[in-house]
């Protein structure tokens, strides 16, 4: 019930939550760099994927899939956010958008969706959305590749899940292919985050 008479500065699932953070630099989450495990990941596939980001943030994974030629749309509910995205940026080939994913809908589906610190960032009431929303913009085939705050943390963001709320959330739509524990996270998730790639079924 305190979410209601919070400020929205104050409620996560709101953009100016995101942009007072972005507008201070605070930003604990960012790691600056492409982790390991997705820059393997990317590596392996045999042509590029066109490629959604959810909760973009800074974009460092965006500009690197388009420096690979990979189609990418970056999204994220913050123009803060995404002011920050496109100084990353520069003149990639990213398609940049400043909207909900929760509403947003591409022009064409995509093959992945990359889930890094979006996840976490929502308010467990929206994790079911979430959920659902991934299975409905991939088509059969499609993945879900990321990095998942596998812990319980009930404050946030970021927020913890564990592992069998995990599987329910995407077990009815789709098949965990990869998880491995992840062994170059930033402080905020050290110790506690797991690469998994999902397939949609």
């Not at 564990?162 to 965990?176: I, N, S, Y």
């Amino acid at each position: 019930m305190n979410d209601t008479i919070k400020p929205p500065s104050q409620r996560p699932e709101h953009p100016d939550f995101w942009c007072k953070r972005f507008g201070e630099g605070a930003t604990p989450w960012d790691a600056g760099r492409v982790p390991a495990d997705f820059a393997a990941f990317v590596t392996r596939q045999p042509a590029p994927l066109a490629t959604l980001i959810p909760g973009c943030g800074s974009a460092w994974e965006a500009a690197f899939l388009a420096g690979r030629g990979w189609p990418v749309s970056a999204l994220d509910f913050s123009p803060k956010a995404v002011d920050r995205a496109r100084e990353v940026l520069g003149d990639a080939a990213v398609n940049l958008v400043c909207a909900d994913f929760f509403g947003w809908q591409p022009a064409q589906p995509p093959a992945l969706i990359y889930e890094r610190a979006f996840l976490c960032a929502l308010p467990r009431k929206l994790w079911d959305g979430w959920g659902l929303r991934v299975a409905e913009l991939l088509p059969p085939g499609g993945l879900l590749a990321g990095y998942f705050f596998v812990c319980d943390q009930p404050k946030g963001p970021p927020f913890g899940i564990l592992p069998e709320q995990l599987d329910t959330l995407l077990g009815p739509a789709f098949e965990r292919i990869e998880d491995v524990a992840v062994d170059d996270s930033i402080p905020v998730f050290s110790g506690r985050e797991r690469w998994q790639v999902w397939r949609r079924r």
